[in-house]
């Protein structure tokens, strides 16, 4: 069987969900950019699937501007986050398993943004969201709204589940 690199590290099964993830943490005058969909009520956070052969420096570098249209550069690594769930969408019902690296990019100093990207749950759309405000809105991962009031000088691994 020959691998297909245009591909997302997601497997799924009769049940279950599991999906390798990159994520930018793109702050710009002390707020968020945040992205939702037309099939989901939240808001999460910038990235996507880490490709077969793909670093997961390089996947958040091509999500990042794929759906941005910006070129960010990466500041550092911030937070491994391991995610169990129910999903919703197109994997409704299914017992999910993420692991994501959020990487926090460096300030270009505008709140510029280039295009709204499509993505599998429909029109993808950028919001930037002040960080004082987040705890008004439904934010996935939970933990940004406490963690971006703090900014961990190491690498945090998180661990959360709703199942």
């Given at each position: 069987m020959e691998l297909d690199y245009n591909k997302d590290c997601c497997i799924t099964t009769e049940r279950n969900w599991f999906r390798y993830r990159a994520?930018?943490?793109?702050?710009?005058?002390?707020?968020?950019?945040?992205?939702?969909?037309?099939?989901?009520?939240?808001?999460y956070s910038v990235g996507g699937g880490v490709h077969l052969g793909e670093t997961?420096?390089?996947?958040?570098?091509r999500e990042v501007f794929e759906e941005t249209g910006i070129n960010y550069e990466i500041d550092r690594l911030i937070f491994i986050h391991e995610n169990f769930f129910y999903g919703?969408?197109?994997?409704?019902g299914l017992k999910c398993h993420?692991?994501?690296?959020?990487?926090l990019m460096k300030s270009?100093?505008?709140?510029?943004?280039n295009c709204?990207?499509?993505?599998s749950e429909g029109k993808e759309y950028m919001t930037w969201i002040p960080i004082c405000e987040l705890?008004?809105?439904?934010?996935y991962p939970t933990f940004l709204n406490e963690k971006l009031k703090n900014m961990p000088q190491q690498i945090e691994h998180i661990v959360t589940s709703e199942l």
């Open positions: 994520t930018a943490i793109i702050i710009e005058n002390n707020s968020i950019l945040l992205a939702s969909n037309e099939m989901s009520d939240y808001f997961a420096e390089e996947a958040v570098l919703d969408g197109k994997i409704l993420e692991i994501a690296f959020y990487f270009k100093g505008s709140q510029v943004i709204n990207g499509m993505c705890n008004k809105h439904t934010v």
